[in-house]
């Protein structure tokens, strides 16, 4: 079963896919109020699916990607 915070990305993820193939305004709900994205702000609903996927808790204990320098 996802968790709260999965299934705002999903919602998210849902919503940048609209805007992405053309739909004018698309809403997501979270923290109890509701943000109305348009295509003019596709980087700021990026940047909200980002902050959501660090809080994830693999993100936090490093699972994910990092560069490797040498």
Do not use: C, W
């Not at 709260?4 to 305004?25: C, Q």
């Not at 348009?38 to 959501?52: D, F, G, V, W």
Request: charged share 30%; glycine share 4%.
């Amino acid at each position: 079963m996802p968790t709260e915070t999965e299934t705002r990305i999903a919602e998210a993820e849902a919503a940048l896919h609209k805007l992405l193939l053309g739909t004018k305004v698309v809403k997501v709900e979270y923290d109890g109020a509701t943000t109305e994205f348009q295509r003019a702000n596709i980087t700021e609903l990026r940047r909200y699916i980002r902050s959501l996927k660090r809080s994830l808790p693999d993100a936090a204990s490093g699972a994910a990607s990092r560069k490797v320098t040498f």
